[in-house]
């Protein structure tokens, strides 16, 4: 496994799409990942990429992400990049150009290039635009990172293919239906990249791929035209990919790569990642490549992917500083060919968690237990979100009561029926709970500015705190009215709160 795992490329996946650092984190987080032993960095800039010219509504550069406090301008993503050089960090950009383009067809004036009208995912093919605007992208990707030696193409995840009036029409005279629809504008694009950049080695995500017979794949020889990044997130107990996919690349493909994740693979509105999943996830690839290696020509290397959306639409998963223990916990997983309890140990000695050991629910550790520091870049990130994985477990708790069910329900308050025997034990809890999220809330503020931008903050405080927050605030308001109501009849006037 050596060969696999020490000899080759591991790559740290950085989605930008959700939650971009500020260089403040990178500063840190960069030095870090290679003193772990990452090779490289493969950066989904999505939105956050500072497009210029006719793409400049795509990006960094837009109006709206200037207003609402959006990286990055040129000169800091120019700065992110020279960050990673310094470090003798690999870059290989990934920019998607078939599926995963509501960045792009968001926007009313591509909107017209969706395969499906309504839905703002996947780009058509066959559309007059639609080459020349995904050549400008990758053209202004490509200018904007020297010295790179791959490109990633994205292309997985193409939810909705043959379908608009013009590819149904294709469909008719289309040798293999939507499996050439997708081929073909892949081979064109990879055509492109050959033609235009030849130093250029292209990357692709093979779940497309997966289900295509060998012998469509050679008819347009892709194998030498892209290199398939094979991912899979799933843990030991689901993980599958089977020997007929490895004896089927193995045949096509003289280079191949594979995708694991350290977060943002479970649930898609995560705050902490499930260090279990993740490491179980690293262990089902050691054992998968250790049965089908033999197939393989050429192993370029893993990319440890991190996503912090599950798409452009989704909420938020699990931010890149919460994530950093998972992150080393899988790469030492990685490197030792094993989970071991010893990696779990040494992870902690290295990370400052001596007195309270990672684990796998949050839930459980006690808060603020921490009598010195942490040791990796953004720390105070992951004690506030296990503050706040601990707060929205009290307050779930308090709202799924039996107190409240009984005693204090949306029906009893509308109607003033309430006991102030009962209200008087509910008003201090929710009080406290208000007050500590309140605080959690500015703790969150003071440490997230640090390493975050504006529109991710707000994003973070509305989607979490502050709907519970003003909540609490909400039913604080109804105990103190009903409170001085007292106990009525059934049906008292209703109160104006
Ligand atoms: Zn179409």
């Known amino acids: 496994m050596d060969t696999l795992t020490v000899g080759t490329q591991r790559l740290i996946h950085l989605d930008l799409k959700g939650a971009p650092p500020k260089l403040t ?3 840190k987080f960069f030095p870090f990942v290679k003193d772990l032993g990452a090779t490289g960095l493969l950066i989904e800039w999505e939105d956050t990429f500072p497009f210029l010219q006719e793409l400049i509504h795509l990006g960094g550069l837009s109006n709206s992400a200037q207003t609402s406090g959006a990286p990055y301008t040129v000169e800091e993503a120019k700065q992110l990049l020279e960050l990673a050089a310094d470090c003798g960090l690999t870059v290989i ?34 559309h007059s635009e639609t080459m020349p605007l995904i050549r400008s992208m990758i053209k202004q990707m490509i200018a904007f990172h020297s010295n790179i030696q791959y490109i990633h193409i994205g292309a997985d995840e193409v939810w909705h293919l043959g379908l608009c009036a013009t590819c149904s029409k294709r469909l008719l005279t289309a040798k293999h239906g939507k499996v050439s629809i ?41 194998g030498s035209l892209v290199e398939p990044m094979v991912w899979h997130y799933n843990n030991l107990e689901t993980f599958h990919l089977g020997a007929p996919v490895w004896d089927k690349y193995g045949a096509i493909f003289p280079n191949i790569w594979v995708a694991s994740a350290f977060k943002g693979a479970t649930s898609s509105c995560q705050v902490i990642p499930i260090h279990k999943h993740h490491v179980s996830n690293h262990e ?23 996503w912090s959306r599950f798409d452009h639409y989704a909420t938020l998963c699990e931010l890149l500083p919460c994530s950093i223990p998972t992150l080393c916990l899988c790469l030492k997983t990685w490197f030792s060919g094993s989970s071991t309890a010893e990696i779990y140990s040494s992870v902690n ?75 008087e034990s509910i008003l201090p809890t929710l009080t406290e709970l208000h007050t500590e999220i309140s605080s959690l809330e500015n703790f969150l503020k003071t440490h997230l500015q640090v390493y975050f ?33 007292g106990c009525r009849i059934r049906g008292h006037k209703r109160l104006n709160i």
């Open 93 to 126: 950009p990934l920019i998607q150009t078939f599926g995963h383009l509501e960045y792009v067809l968001k926007h009313v004036q591509w909107r017209h290039l969706r395969e499906v009208e309504p839905y703002p995912s996947s780009m058509c093919p066959s």
């Open 453 to 485: 931008y504006p529109h991710t903050i707000e994003e973070l405080l509305g989607t979490l705190i502050l709907p519970i927050k003003e909540h609490l605030r909400q039913l604080k308001c109804e105990c103190e009215a009903q409170m001085t109501l």
């Open 182 to 222: 997708y081929l073909d504008h892949i081979t064109e694009i990879a055509q492109h990249i050959k033609e235009n950049f030849p130093h250029l080695k292209i990357i692709v995500w093979d779940d497309m791929l997966r289900n295509i017979d060998a012998h469509i794949l050679q008819e347009y020889y892709i």
């Open 284 to 306: 089902a690839w050691l054992s998968d490549l250790s049965l089908h290696a033999s197939k393989i020509t050429n192993f370029r290397g893993i990319a440890l992917t991190g």
């Open 349 to 423: 000695k290295m990370l400052g968690y001596m007195d309270n050991p990672l684990q796998a629910d949050v839930t459980h550790r006690p808060l603020f237990h921490y009598p010195s520091p942490l040791n990796f870049p953004g720390w105070q990130i992951i004690v506030g979100f296990e503050w706040f994985v601990n707060v929205r477990l009290k307050y779930r708790n308090i709202i799924d009561s039996d107190q409240m069910n009984t005693w204090f329900n949306q029906w009893q308050v509308l109607n003033n029926y309430t006991n102030p025997m009962q209200i």
């Open 25 to 27: 984190f990178f500063e």
